[in-house]
């Protein structure tokens, strides 16, 4: 499946933007930027990537995953579980390629693919047998060179945290919604942190100013779907 988000929306004071215009001569992520990537990558796998490609996945209007997801809160779930699998991929990648040759976003990126990895785990061994399956990812250039990592991980972090918040009224029992926002706070400071780094001046930290703003998931899905990051 895929994603793809308008930045003007998630990037009120232009941090994200000035963070992707640095590697913007590269055409996949001059696409993602130019498209609004919040996210940024193309997720597959049987049900998952033909509820992408089907008008449903655009017409959620409580914001809610396309039916195909599954029902109710496993649908959130297995939502939340594909955002998931294309981060712990991207970081994965990332930490094995050894193109970080910053010691401090090195240490960043591999606590956020320990991070991310359990997130995984713990999402699948919540679905059981429900749970979509991980599909494969090309992220075409951007796990192995380090700006154009930094860039797209601040813009996949920050998509994360809109994807949770916008989940967060639609989620009916209690306990999901706990892990879920257990969830969301850590790739907030994921995203913060990775924020700071790309921008000194902090502004990056919170791109949406005081207040966050939520993503439905038609706008998370549609940004996705453009990216070509599925093999």
Request: glycine share 12%; net charge neutral.
């Given at each position: ?15 994200i ?16 930027r130019?498209?609004?990537?919040a996210?940024?990558?193309?997720f597959?796998?049987?049900?998952v990537?033909?509820?992408l ?8 209007s409580?914001?809610r ?14 939502y ?5 699998y ?10 094995a390629?050894?193109?970080l040759?910053?010691?401090h ?6 606590k956020?693919a ?10 699948k061994?919540?679905?059981g ?23 797209t991980a ?10 949770y918040?916008?989940q ?11 892990d ?12 913060g942190?990775?924020?700071?780094y ?34």
């Amino acid at each position: 499946m895929s994603y793809q988000i308008n930045l003007e929306e998630v990037d009120s004071d232009g941090a994200i933007r000035e963070a992707a215009d640095a590697v913007s001569g590269d055409s996949r992520l001059d696409f993602l930027r130019k498209a609004g990537l919040a996210g940024g990558a193309v997720f597959g796998g049987g049900a998952v990537l033909t509820a992408l490609t089907a008008p449903a996945a655009f017409a959620a209007s409580s914001g809610r995953p396309p039916s195909k997801f599954g029902k109710g809160d496993i649908g959130i779930l297995n939502y939340a579980l594909t955002l998931e699998y294309l981060e712990a991929a991207f970081y994965a990648q990332a930490v094995a390629g050894g193109a970080l040759t910053d010691s401090h976003l090195a240490a960043l990126a591999g606590k956020i693919a320990g991070d991310e990895k359990a997130h995984v785990a713990f999402l699948k061994a919540a679905l059981g047998s429900k749970a979509v399956p991980m599909p494969k990812f090309n992220f075409m250039g951007t796990t192995t060179n380090q700006a154009k990592f930094a860039a797209t991980a601040q813009i996949l972090e920050n998509t994360g945290v809109g994807a949770y918040f916008g989940q967060g009224f639609n989620i009916k029992s209690p306990a999901v919604l706990k892990d879920a926002i257990s969830i969301l706070t850590v790739e907030a400071r994921h995203a913060g942190a990775i924020g700071f780094y790309n921008d000194a001046t902090a502004k990056a930290v919170s791109p949406s100013g005081a207040f966050d703003k939520p993503l439905t998931a038609s706008k998370v899905l549609a940004a996705v779907a453009g990216t070509g990051f599925i093999a």
